[in-house]
């Protein structure tokens, strides 16, 4: 509508200036012409207040409205230019455009503020999304290891011979001849020797000093304390000339138990093989002793347990018999006892020894007691 109007007062312009060229007096041609002045600059500001609008409407950034900002504000935008050309009019036209002036200044400032703080709002909402930590990310945890199957087997029977009353004793690796063999009634020349062929070292005297072959060694050092009774348990390492197979290693850990009290019997040497298989293996599995030899035990039995495959029921590990070994036991030999100093008229006591590795195979049916000693995460994580 205004559009039309300007259209109508440029071409008046046109005739006022043909009018103008006929002799009009100059004060009429002067108010004619700053009524057409005032007309057009309105309608300037109308046109300038659409564009504006839309262009700051348009700004996709706050960069892009702070250059529409300028442009629309700025010392040479039409506004500007607009303010400039007022200076020339009469004071009442002067009034109005500048009213008017002023009011589409007012409107483009709150427009282009508006704008700046929905476009800052979403610019932040969108930095904030480029930078947001993503606290829900499952990462992959710091992988800690844990016992070996060997040393958690150990720590668990320890616990079990602790809770009946027994302490548990250890002893050095590289034992003497003395210690290791003599003391437990071997002497040199004793056929039993040949079971435990073993590694001497090369200190002192030939074949005088090795790595010992059993636990054993442990209770003659417990026995030569003097400190009686005695119940104790002594794990630890041993080592024999062995080939690895699935049910031998040149390296393994026993655990052998000794008693020496007054009036121990056979009967309790039974009982507690009997407490021990249960509490480890649990109430299915039992034990039974068969007639065996050792030098150091008499008289000497090998101690079987329920066969941890079947239960019993026979299957090819037992032979179909039910039954596998698991460690050899006896009573203390009084030849043992006189050679630590112990009156064996007064006192008697038994001891047992088994391997430590053995006890965690059947428990868990491990197939092949070399796995134990592959490091094989695979296999070793399972327990
Ligand atoms: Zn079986």
Not at 18 to 31: F, N
Not at 200 to 214: D, I, M, Q
Not at 285 to 292: A, E, F, G, T, W
Not at 347 to 376: P, T
Request: proline residues 4%; charged residues 25%; hydrophobic residues 35%.
């Amino acid at each position: 509508m205004m559009n039309g109007c300007g259209d109508g007062n440029d071409m008046e312009m046109g005739a006022v200036s043909g009018q103008s060229q006929d002799g009009l007096m100059s004060r009429e041609k002067s108010a004619l012409e700053g009524l057409v002045e005032k007309e057009r600059l309105l309608d300037e500001l109308f046109k300038l207040e659409e564009e504006a609008s839309r262009a700051i409407a348009r700004a996709s950034s706050s960069k892009a409205l702070a250059e529409t900002a300028t442009a629309v504000l700025g010392k040479r935008s039409t506004l500007s230019t607009i303010h400039r050309q007022v200076a020339s009019l009469q004071p009442e036209e002067r009034k109005e455009i500048g009213q008017r002036l002023n009011e589409v200044r007012q409107k483009l400032d709150e427009l282009i503020a508006e704008k700046r703080e929905s476009l800052s709002a979403h610019e932040r909402e969108e930095q904030l999304e480029a930078e947001r930590m993503d606290l829900t990310e499952i990462t992959p945890s710091f992988l800690r290891g844990h016992l070996h199957l060997v040393t958690l087997t150990q720590m668990e029977l320890e616990d079990v011979f602790v809770g009946m009353g027994y302490k548990v004793a250890e002893g050095p690796e590289i034992e003497t001849d003395w210690y290791n063999f003599e003391a437990l009634n071997i002497p040199p020349d004793h056929p039993a020797r040949g079971m435990w062929d073993t590694f001497y070292l090369e200190v002192g005297e030939p074949e005088s000093v090795l790595l010992r072959t059993h636990t054993s060694p442990v209770q003659i050092r417990l026995m030569l304390e003097g400190e009686l009774p005695i119940y104790a348990v002594a794990p630890g390492k041993c080592y024999r000339r062995d080939t690895a197979d699935a049910r031998h290693i040149p390296i393994f850990h026993q655990i052998e138990g000794l008693v020496v009290d007054r009036g121990i019997t056979f009967g309790d040497l039974a009982g507690t093989i009997e407490t021990f298989t249960t509490a480890y293996f649990g109430p299915r599995i039992h034990s039974r002793l068969r007639p065996s030899y050792f030098p150091f035990t008499e008289p000497s039995a090998e101690f079987e347990i329920t066969c941890t495959i079947c239960t019993g029921k026979g299957c090819r590990t037992c032979s179909d018999t039910g039954w596998v070994e698991l460690g050899g036991c006896g009573m203390v030999d009084p030849a043992v006892f006189s050679a630590v100093g112990i009156d064996s008229e007064e006192w008697s006591g038994f001891a047992f020894g088994f391997g430590i590795e053995r006890c965690a195979q059947m428990r868990h049916q491990i197939a092949d007691l070399r796995a134990l000693i592959e490091n094989d995460i695979r296999f070793l994580e399972q327990f």
